[in-house]
């Protein structure tokens, strides 16, 4: 039914328009107390097995909502009713801004994925702090806060501007994402290069402790799947040495070559970020590789491309606890989450595997003992 309306309705409607229109029916539908208790019902059910643990925090399941989606914290509860068991709000920035000039999101239909130059639009982290500190929650999903650098600060002014938004958001956070990885902020990515995201990460690292002192606030950092191997294998070793709790792998793409593209020229060429199914390879490899060089000593989410249960199993056999979406949901309506749960349960139950915290990282533990498989075995 959601695939027929998409074709019929959403196909022919400015993208950014469908997403607030959506956007407006689930906020709508999340505040009618009968409604909202039938849909969680019909599309969150829990599976006992599934439940998660990453960095201290307790899930219901390891499918969440990527960042993106939420930028403004305005639909929490909207979301976790349709049956994510984490939402990552954002990305945030220090000072309001409204992002790129429109047309600045784009389908690629023929290749179920999406360009964005959103451009980081949202209202400021005193705004979404401001939210989250008045929210009064119907469902209470894990929240994550995805931060990220106002483009009008100077890119050595970066940290303090991250830091501004950590000390206020860090109390209403779940857990907080350091984003240096959108290709939509002008020299955004520099921030990767470990000399520079070293200050940083201890930067907001000290700015959440002194902030929320009477509990420790997981920090994440979320990559780019562009990052030639041995900046990933950097990235992952920083990490281990700062105590990071975790690595989201990966963002968008500004590669086009070699991905297999089918939609049209004008459509390939629009600058920005691709996400969506042509990701899915690169992004299960960056995974494979983290996994293999920080094994259990870090948390690991897997994002970008994954579309259905065997993608969402395949990035925990490939080391990720927690699996993130948000392109596919574009695609696929409002059964995704449920159709993802139900296959990880199957899965789950006729793999050799007790618990999904057993699978994580199967794939590549195996490997590593298989020397006749060096392509995903030599990794670290």
Not at 133 to 151: L, M, Q, S, W, Y
Not at 182 to 188: F, Q, R, V
Not at 244 to 262: F, H, K
Not at 291 to 306: E, N
């Amino acid at each position: 039914m959601y695939k027929l309306f998409f074709r019929l309705v959403f196909s022919r409607m400015d993208p950014e328009n469908a997403h607030h229109l959506a956007f407006r029916w689930i906020r709508l539908a999340a505040r009618i107390p009968v409604l909202r208790t039938f849909l969680a019902a019909w599309l969150a059910p829990r599976y006992t097995e599934l439940r998660t643990e990453a960095f201290g925090l307790r899930m219901h399941g390891p499918f969440g909502l990527a960042a993106g989606f939420d930028k403004n914290a305005v639909a929490i509860d909207g979301m976790a009713m349709l049956g994510f068991d984490h939402v990552e709000i954002g990305t945030v920035t220090g000072e309001a801004q409204p992002g790129n000039p429109r047309k600045r999101l784009f389908r690629l239909v023929a290749d179920r994925a999406l360009i964005n130059r959103m451009g980081f639009n949202n209202d400021g982290s005193a705004a979404v702090a401001a939210r989250l500190a008045a929210r009064e929650p119907v469902f209470r999903p894990v929240v994550g806060v995805n931060i990220g650098k106002t483009k009008a600060v100077p890119e050595e002014e970066a940290a303090a501007d991250y830091v501004k938004s950590a000390e206020r958001l860090a109390r209403h956070a779940d857990y907080l994402v350091v984003n240096v990885s959108s290709p939509n902020t002008p020299g955004l990515r520099n921030l990767q290069a470990t000399e520079a995201l070293r200050p940083l990460l201890t930067a907001v690292r000290e700015a959440a402790d002194r902030t929320v002192p009477e509990r420790r606030v997981p920090l994440l950092v979320k990559i780019a799947p562009d990052l030639a191997d041995e900046d990933v294998d950097a990235v992952a070793d920083l990490a281990v040495e700062l105590g990071l709790d975790g690595i989201i792998a990966t963002n968008t793409t500004i590669a086009r070559a070699g991905l297999g593209l089918r939609s049209s020229p004008a459509q390939v060429q629009e600058t920005g970020g691709l996400s969506g199914a042509p990701l899915k390879e690169r992004s299960l490899e960056v995974l494979r590789r983290l996994h293999a060089r920080v094994g259990d000593r870090i948390t690991l989410v897997g994002v970008g491309g994954v579309e259905t249960a065997e993608d969402a199993w395949q990035r925990i056999l490939a080391g990720a606890t927690l699996v993130q979406g948000y392109s596919a949901f574009i695609y696929e309506g409002p059964l995704w989450a449920r159709a993802i749960h139900k296959g990880l349960a199957q899965r789950l139950r006729q793999s050799p595997y007790a618990t999904l915290a057993e699978a994580v990282g199967a794939d590549v533990r195996k490997d590593v003992r298989n020397p006749e498989n060096p392509e995903k075995g030599n990794a670290a």
